[in-house]
């Protein structure tokens, strides 16, 4: 019995680890388009477009319809889970790589943290495609100022040549 135990951890432990290495495969694919369609907002009028509406659905309600997040989101709530952050250039999104902002979309803050963390904010990759992400990405770029385009675009080249 103990052995056939073991032999079931040792397969769940390489089979996770196979999923993680997948899953990075995965990303590091997706980066040349990541890299060429996102960097420095540079994103289609059409793409920015469908983002600004997806962006309206599924993420304006906690974020503001200006990208200017709830109030006083620095601080945590009375749940002890922080408030939703401004996509706006008063928060802190443009700090974070491409690779960073796609996989908090998807699949939640809570799943790319670890730790236990908990956050209000879901994955959003059961309801959005890839693509759609990506667009709503695109438009969130899209309104920063210049600098911080440049910055987070520095970042996401970083983050694409650690990748490789």
Known sequence: MMEGMS?????????????????GFGLA???????????SGEAPAE???LGKTLYGKYCAACHGANLEGQPDWKSPLPSGRMPAPPHDASGHTWHHPDGVLFRITKDGPAAV???????DMPG????????????VLAFIKSV??????????EMSRREQKAAQ
């Open 7 to 23: 032999e079931m951890r040792r397969n769940s432990v390489l089979m996770s680890m196979l999923g993680i290495t997948v899953a």
């Open 29 to 39: 694919w997706a980066w040349p388009w990541l890299a060429a369609q996102m960097a």
């Open 47 to 49: 793409t920015i477009a």
């Open 113 to 119: 943290v670890g730790g236990g963390y908990r956050s």
């Open 144 to 153: 920063w100022p210049e600098q911080e385009r440049q910055y987070q675009a």
């Open 124 to 135: 959003f990759g059961s309801v959005m495609s890839d693509d759609e992400i990506r667009a």
